[in-house]
């Protein structure tokens, strides 16, 4: 066995006594505060004992206790402490106080001595639940050991410079280097090579559905701009048509590409928030009363909650995502049919946002999925949208420490809330 190997087995017991250590500083610690507390209390309770059995005496022989007395403390003989009570020249009570002084000392001394007990019992179980508390320390203690003491030689080093330069991040394989030595490096890495794949395919995901989504109105205005050439130079119909499709491909493209730079900047971290105190009522009915004048179609009621309730929150961002749920709300709403916005308290430090709908609904599966990027249903996929908004919504709401809660059934409609803390 190599040097290297017997100095690693003994590494646990060693890690053991610098953990052990730090367990006896704190029970130590514990146990001098324990002390302190317990010495003090039992101490004010001698002072209570003695107190109260010369009051009892007191009352015994003259009827009641009276301010009126004069009392006093002497010391006879040199070796009795005596507690006089009197009366002008008169003296009503004489106690000697060394039996009640010994009586006393010997139930603080048993209650002190029972406390003892107890803490000493408390111990163990003390002892185990912070070896157990500190074991994770422990461990990383005899890792980080291992590491110091681990001799890499030249061909260790070779290993990892050849692993770590093949590393592809669309590559799924695991490296494996095949030495004991570097199985703590080898998880490590292959941990960070998970969450590289994990990022790659990600953004992979995101390109190939931006430059998707991108491709067909770009295709519609190529389309257009060509039978204009051809045709439409000399036929209104066809130009009046022409000029109709590309402005509205051209306003999809350009909505699209806000979201996409939205998220974008969200993602690299440059969209910031910059909370204020919002009130609740007021952003809500300001939502409600434009709602109904963008929208005719739909019936917008608005449930109005607590007055008051003012929360922390970027005014701008939060209104964008509430105007998102309602504008997804409008869209898969039959028109004429209701779309209910409220608001509330779900507890002292909580309060929600609510629209309600009667749409076509999702099922389980969609509910699920609602907040990918570019996730649209087969039921929605007749509608216009850019599968966007909800993730957005989601961005805005998950940087304001809130959730979703989500009711929806095929054929029935939606209820959306947002959950925020007050």
Not at 79 to 104: A, D, H, P
Request: hydrophobic content about 40%; overall charge negative.
């Amino acid at each position: 066995m190599s040097k290297t190997s017997r100095k690693t087995k003994q590494l646990p017991s060693e890690n053991r006594r610098n953990v052990g250590s730090i367990i006896r500083k704190l029970h130590f610690h514990e146990i001098g505060q324990n002390l302190w507390r317990y010495i003090r209390g039992d101490f004010l309770l001698y002072i209570g004992i003695v107190v109260f059995r010369v009051i009892g005496q007191e009352e015994a022989v003259t009827g009641t206790f009276s301010f009126q007395y004069q009392r006093a403390l002497n010391i006879e003989e040199g070796r009795y402490l005596v507690y006089c009570v009197t009366e002008g020249e008169k003296q009503i009570l004489k106690i000697t106080l060394n039996e009640i002084l010994i009586f006393s000392a010997f139930i603080v001394a048993a209650l002190f001595s029972l406390q003892f007990l107890l803490m000493w019992l408390g111990y163990f179980h003390e002892d185990r639940k912070l070896r157990r508390i500190l074991r994770p320390l422990d461990q990383l203690a005899i890792r980080a050991d291992e590491l110091s003491r681990m001799s890499f030689t030249e061909d260790k080093y070779q290993v990892l410079e050849d692993a770590i330069t093949q590393i592809q991040p669309e590559n799924a394989r695991s490296l494996s280097f095949g030495d004991s030595d570097l199985a703590g490096v080898e998880a490590a890495m292959n941990n960070l090579l998970r969450r590289m794949q994990e990022t790659y395919r990600q953004q992979a995901r995101f390109v190939n559905d931006a430059s998707h989504e991108l491709r067909t109105p770009i295709a519609v205005i190529q389309g257009y701009a060509n039978m204009l050439d051809r045709w439409g130079k000399d036929d209104p119909k066809i130009l009046q048509e022409s000029i109709t499709a590309i402005q509205h491909e051209s306003e999809h493209m350009n909505h699209l590409v806000e979201q996409l730079l939205f998220l974008a900047r969200g993602d690299s971290g440059r969209t910031e928030l910059h909370p204020e105190p919002v009130n609740l009522g007021e952003m809500m009915q300001e939502i409600y009363e434009e709602s109904f004048m963008i929208d005719e179609k739909h019936v917008y009621r608005y449930t109005k909650g607590e007055d008051n309730i003012v929360i922390p929150a970027d005014p701008g961002l939060l209104k964008q995502a509430v105007r998102i749920l309602i504008d997804n709300a409008a869209k898969y709403t039959d028109e004429g049919n209701e779309i209910l916005l409220s608001f509330g308290r779900t507890g002292p430090d909580s309060v929600y946002i609510q629209i309600e709908d009667t749409g076509i609904g999702m099922g389980e599966t969609d509910v699920k999925q609602m907040f990918e990027r570019f996730y649209r249903s087969d039921a929605v996929r007749s509608y216009d949208g850019t599968g966007l908004g909800l993730s957005i919504a989601k961005w805005i709401v998950d940087k304001h420490k809130g959730h979703f809660e989500i009711l929806s059934r095929p054929g029935l409609g939606s209820r959306i809330r947002i959950l925020l803390q007050a």
